[in-house]
């Protein structure tokens, strides 16, 4: 195979069959769609390269910057890209969690600016989310970014349904499959995937998965955040369901050990979640008599990256694949009655309760949002540092109360379960978090 560029090796993925042995499903044909072999690594290749190809020789004339607000495979793909055509980039997140991406980026020469989000409340008492604004700025006239626009472009979908697609029909022998499974990030590869595949058969049927609420699963949206995605649209779903991240693991684990495909965490939960989804169709079919016999069936899933990128978040939920001790003082493992009992105050008792005994406030959200307004005397330790702490055991004295603080008053109060949990006499989380406190008229100062 011989090519001019490595552009032209973007797409054209192996459909690879997943052994019966290892999903355990008798009569349906399990596929895997391996976009983790396209050449920066990942499905998003594909999208990048459909949205930025078109403004590239104006880029390249005016000199412009290539921009986009993503913090994972996008941001690769288009730094890459930008940097073949001589032409700089610029990711625009509101927070990099998987270091290697970051470090991946920073070596790419991308710049990186890291704004808060809204619910990061930079400033609770302005109610515009500073990467909404970024995004306004962007698109007026006169802008000098070539601005890839992935959560709005329909040429990201548009790379999915001329490439992703039609390659999974042509590989099916020009059929369509009986389920098609893909994880939801911009919502571009499954949308453009299922439009072709329901143009082939429109008996397909299309599985969206999530991250489950409040968890984290790099690339993809949480059940709660999907319903904000430009480009998604609930139609194109029969059926959105939700992983958590242990399972993205263990599918991972699964694909990496038994199947030899070395997926990162989001083909991970595209195979737990296309199991799991089966597993009683499956058993329908049994009973399910064609003229020879039960019907088989066929799924395809998609394997969107890879697995190297993610060894630091699976170390930190996994240590024990690490031979490293177990996690010990995990938020995830309390139990929702333990979460609910976890005790809370209202802002005008936490505020009474500072003046009298004047407890330690942790301010729970980013440099950012705490630098720009917080409740004064309040020390800032961001979430992710938090977690840490508390792993180690508990990080206060038993004779300090602590008050814990956070944008909406979700988190705080998980922490004040597990401190409590551990043995802290006297924590309580702010209940409704700093907008609550921000909506009683109670004071912040800023830095
Ligand atoms: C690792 C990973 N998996 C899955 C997806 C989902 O792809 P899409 O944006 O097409 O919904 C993304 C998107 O960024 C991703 O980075």
């Known amino acids: 195979m011989r090519y001019e560029s490595i552009t032209e090796a973007i797409g054209n993925t192996p459909l690879v069959r997943i052994d019966p042995a290892v999903h355990g499903l008798h009569?349906?044909?399990?596929?895997?769609?391996?976009?983790?072999?396209?050449?920066?690594?990942?499905?998003?290749?594909?999208?990048?390269?459909?949205?930025?190809?078109?403004?590239?020789?104006?880029?390249?004339?005016h000199g412009s910057q290539v921009v986009e607000l993503s913090s994972g495979n996008t941001a690769k793909a288009l730094a890459v890209i930008a940097g073949m055509h001589g032409l700089g980039f610029k990711s625009v997140t509101n927070r990099m969690r998987i270091p290697e991406i970051k470090d991946l980026l920073l070596l790419l020469g991308a710049d990186i600016e890291e704004l808060p989000g809204q619910s990061?409340?930079?400033?609770?008492?302005?109610?515009e989310d500073p990467l909404t604004l970024f995004h306004r700025e962007l698109s007026e006239p006169g802008s000098s970014y070539l601005h890839t626009d992935q959560y709005f472009n329909p040429r990201n979908?548009?790379?999915?349904?001329?490439?992703?697609?039609?390659?999974?029909?042509?590989?099916?022998?020009?059929?369509?499959p009986d389920w098609f499974v893909a994880c939801v990030g911009t919502a571009g590869s499954s949308t453009g995937v299922a439009r072709v595949l329901r143009e082939h058969d429109p008996r397909v049927q299309v599985v969206g998965l999530v991250a489950a609420k409040s968890d984290?699963?790099?690339?993809?949206?949480?059940?709660?955040?999907?319903?904000?995605?430009?480009?998604?649209?609930?139609?194109?779903?029969?059926?959105?369901?939700?992983v958590t991240s242990d399972e993205a693991i263990e599918?991972?684990?699964?694909?990496?050990?038994?199947?030899?495909i070395l997926a990162g965490p989001t083909g991970g939960a595209a195979y737990y979640g296309t199991?799991?989804?089966?597993?009683?169709?499956?058993?329908?079919?049994?009973?399910?008599?064609?003229?020879?016999?039960?019907v088989r069936r066929s799924a395809v899933f998609i394997v969107c990256d890879r697995i190297e990128s993610y060894l630091s978040y699976t170390k930190r939920?996994?240590?024990?694949?690490?031979r490293q001790p177990a996690r010990r003082n995990d938020p995830a493992d309390l139990t929702d009655a333990e979460i609910a009992a976890a005790p809370g105050v209202e802002t005008p008792d936490a505020q009474k309760w500072i003046e009298r005994d004047r407890p330690l406030v942790v301010d729970l959200r980013s440099p950012f949002a705490y630098a720009a307004l917080h409740i004064e005397g309040a020390i800032n330790i961001v979430d992710e540092l938090f977690d840490e702490l508390v792993r180690g055991g508990l990080p206060f004295s038993t004779r300090q109360?602590?008050?814990?603080?956070?944008?909406?008053?979700?988190?705080?109060?998980r922490y004040a379960a597990l401190l409590t949990r551990m043995g802290h006499p006297d924590v309580r989380s702010l209940t409704g978090g700093v907008i609550a406190w921000r909506d009683a008229g109670a004071p912040l100062v800023r830095d």
């Open 27 to 61: 009569h349906i044909d399990l596929y895997a769609k391996l976009e983790l072999l396209n050449p920066f690594g990942s499905v998003k290749d594909r999208a990048a390269w459909n949205m930025a190809r078109p403004g590239l020789t104006a880029a390249a004339e």
């Open 120 to 127: 990061e409340c930079l400033d609770p008492t302005n109610t």
């Open 157 to 176: 979908t548009e790379a999915h349904a001329t490439g992703t697609g039609p390659e999974i029909v042509k590989d099916l022998d020009g059929r369509a």
């Open 216 to 242: 984290f699963i790099p690339g993809i949206r949480t059940l709660d955040e999907v319903h904000e995605v430009g480009l998604f649209d609930p139609a194109t779903y029969d059926t959105v369901a939700s």
């Open 251 to 260: 599918g991972m684990l699964t694909l990496a050990r038994r199947c030899g």
């Open 275 to 294: 199991v799991r989804h089966l597993r009683s169709l499956d058993d329908e079919l049994a009973s399910d008599q064609g003229a020879g016999g039960p």
């Open 317 to 322: 939920r996994r240590p024990d694949l690490f």
């Open 401 to 413: 109360p602590v008050l814990l603080v956070c944008p909406v008053g979700e988190q705080s109060a």
